[in-house]
């Protein structure tokens, strides 16, 4: 065999196998899509403190969180905001008087327009009673899933004079999945603001 023979034939035997690693996926390279990552949560340890202020309720909340008066342009006397700053979350507190049944009813009626306006983002909303007779303390808790602007929302009354509404809301785009560990965390303090909420008066 000659020079230019063999040369040839080697030429031919390189292509081959540059052929057949390119078939085969020579390297190994995965380029499939990777699921996204989110960085890791350090929570705080939990401990609660007494907000009492100059409003006819108290309930106990997160020494991480701050209540300062809601700014918004038509707020009133005890509308306040529970900051939750290491999550960029807020939970809206707006308390109004009862000063009638039809006002009463109208407050019910808002608030569960409140928490059903998600139902084209909710992937479902489940309604939970709340009572507490021994203070006078009723109410429904909406826990909303999906990807909706607020994940959880409740109202509280006494039937005849008071009424308080919650609602929980994060800056962040919602994304259930990068939140729903802030979520299930700030939802154990909304269980005991609840539990521990009472009436002045």
Request: hydrophobic content about 35%; glycine content about 4%.
């Amino acid at each position: 065999m000659g020079n230019m023979e063999r040369t040839y034939y080697m030429n031919r035997l390189v292509y081959c196998l540059v052929i057949a690693c390119i078939l085969a996926g020579c390297g190994n390279h995965d380029y499939s899509p990777k699921p996204r990552g989110y960085f890791r949560i350090d929570f705080p340890e939990k401990a609660y403190q007494d907000y009492t202020g100059g409003c006819p309720f108290t309930f106990k909340y997160p020494t991480y969180a701050e209540i300062v008066p809601d700014d918004y342009r038509i707020s009133k006397p005890c509308w306040v905001n529970m900051e939750f700053p290491q999550f960029k979350g807020t939970l809206h507190l707006s308390y109004e008087d009862i000063p009638s049944k039809a006002i009463f009813d109208s407050l019910i009626e808002h608030s569960h327009e409140f928490a059903f306006k998600h139902t084209v983002k909710a992937t479902s909303i489940e309604e939970q009673k709340l009572q507490y007779p021994e203070k006078k303390v009723y109410g429904i808790y909406y826990i909303i899933d999906g990807n909706t602007a607020s994940s959880a929302q409740f109202f509280l009354t006494d039937s005849t004079k008071h009424f308080i509404r919650a609602s929980l809301y994060f800056k962040n785009k919602p994304q259930i999945d990068s939140i729903q560990p802030v979520l299930n965390f700030i939802k154990k303090d909304m269980d005991v603001m609840i539990k521990t909420f009472k009436w002045k008066n």
